[in-house]
Antibody, heavy 123, light 107 residues
């Protein structure tokens, strides 16, 4: 059974950093691209970042480019999101999601999602 | 970025009704349109990918159609467990973008 479990969320002051983790199990992690998607409580979904099975290839939304860094450790079946210079607009649930394919910039959908971790940025 | 417009933003229907949700893309996206269901307090769940392909384990009452810029999700016979918000997503070009969602309520 595919499982994705996020951790690392919490309350953080504006301007500070936070690192999210996503532990994956039930599938061959290195064969799938992974993504972070966020959702302001009660609002819609926003793609944040994606990384290919090859951890050297990644992409970011303009809203986080230069502040967030996505990475993965295929030996540990783990996905990460290092979030820097956080602001109130970054307050959201952050979901990790598995791509149906190997490359983050493919046409495939996101076929499995974690339950999310809440990041709250106070001003 | 490709803007995705969903309509209606919400609807209320009875069990057994046929429900249709529309998603329009700001430019042609070929058939790279996916649908997700998000139940209250839960993560999104993939229903349909590439316009009309049913994800494994999803009931056959969910169907998708469309092409170019206009797409629809149809629930052929609404069930109580279909109470959720439904999102479309395009993966034709980067970044992948979502519609604002359609909240489905049961009368």
């Amino acid at each position: 059974e595919v499982q994705l479990v996020e951790s690392g969320g919490g309350l953080v002051q504006s301007g500070r950093s936070l690192r999210l983790s996503c532990a994956a199990s039930g599938f061959t992690f290195e064969k799938y691209a992974m993504h972070w998607v966020r959702q302001v409580p009660g609002k819609g979904l926003e793609w944040v970042s994606g990384i290919s099975g090859n951890p050297t290839r990644m992409g970011y939304a303009d809203s986080v480019k230069g502040r967030f860094i996505i990475s993965r450790d295929n030996a540990k079946n783990s996905l990460y999101l290092e979030m820097g210079t956080l602001g109130p607009d970054d307050t959201a649930f952050y979901f990790c999601a598995r791509d149906k394919g190997l490359n983050w910039n493919s046409h495939w959908p996101f076929d499995y999602w974690g339950q999310g971790t809440l990041v709250t940025v106070s001003s | 970025d490709i803007h995705m417009t969903q309509s209606p933003s919400s609807l209320s229907a009875s069990v057994g009704d046929r429900v249709t949700i529309t998603c329009r893309a700001g430019q042609t996206i070929d058939n790279y349109l996916n649908w997700y269901q998000q139940k209250p307090g839960k993560a999104p769940n993939l229903l349909i990918f590439t316009t009309s392909n049913l994800q494994s384990g999803v009931p056959s009452r969910f169907t998708g159609s469309g092409s170019g810029t206009e797409f629809t999700l149809t629930i052929t016979s609404l069930q109580p467990e279909d109470l959720a918000t439904y999102y479309c997503q395009q993966t034709s070009s980067l970044p992948p973008t979502f519609g604002a969602g359609t909240k489905v309520e049961i009368k």
